[in-house]
């Protein structure tokens, strides 16, 4: 199993929009970056992610999920009316991909970035780095049981 890091934006789509689909599972779409694009089409059933809410005050984990399905195909691509439209991207040829992940858990309370930012074993996440906008980032397990003490320091998740 890995780990990974999902970013969004509450006003585009939060962990409560996740919460409220369908068997709590969605697609991660609009995935407009090579090399977040490339991590997710290395993911596979069973990876998990930290949901993150960035461009939010406070920005920060919010809960957990689950992939359900490998990448495949983004068709928002091939959406003319889709803000995620790429012309180059065709359904022959696709360039973009997306995974469907599960809401797993939502936090009781957000795990911000300045908390991460100021945990001494955090310090080298990939999110707190100065300049990382990447919308899917690899953590690693010491990170992901560290990260999950800090919601619950008196929960054993070791198993998740």
């Known amino acids: ?5 999902f970013k969004s934006e509450p006003k585009t789509f939060s962990i409560d929009n996740l919460k409220k689909q ?6 991660w779409d ?3 970056n090579y ?9 596979q059933v069973g990876d998990r992610g930290f949901f993150y809410h960035s461009n939010a005050n406070p920005p920060g984990i919010v809960g957990i999920v689950e992939v359900v399905k ?5 068709f928002t ?16 040829h696709p360039r973009w991909f997306m995974v469907d992940v599960r809401l797993v858990e939502k936090f009781d309370r957000c795990i911000t970035l300045d908390a991460i930012k100021q945990h001494s074993q955090l310090r080298s996440m990939q999110v707190a780095r100065k300049g990382n906008r990447l919308s899917i980032t690899p953590v690693t397990p010491a990170e992901w049981q ?15």
């Open 1 to 5: 199993m890995h780990f990974w890091l």
């Open 22 to 27: 369908p068997q709590q599972t969605t697609c």
């Open 30 to 32: 609009g995935v407009r």
């Open 35 to 43: 090399q977040a694009r490339n991590f997710m089409r290395t993911m």
């Open 70 to 74: 490998t990448a495949h195909p983004d």
């Open 77 to 92: 691509a091939w959406d003319m009316h889709s803000p995620h439209y790429d012309a180059d991207s065709t359904p022959e």
């Open 146 to 160: 560290t990260v999950l003490t800090l919601d619950n320091p008196r929960s054993d998740r070791s198993s998740r």
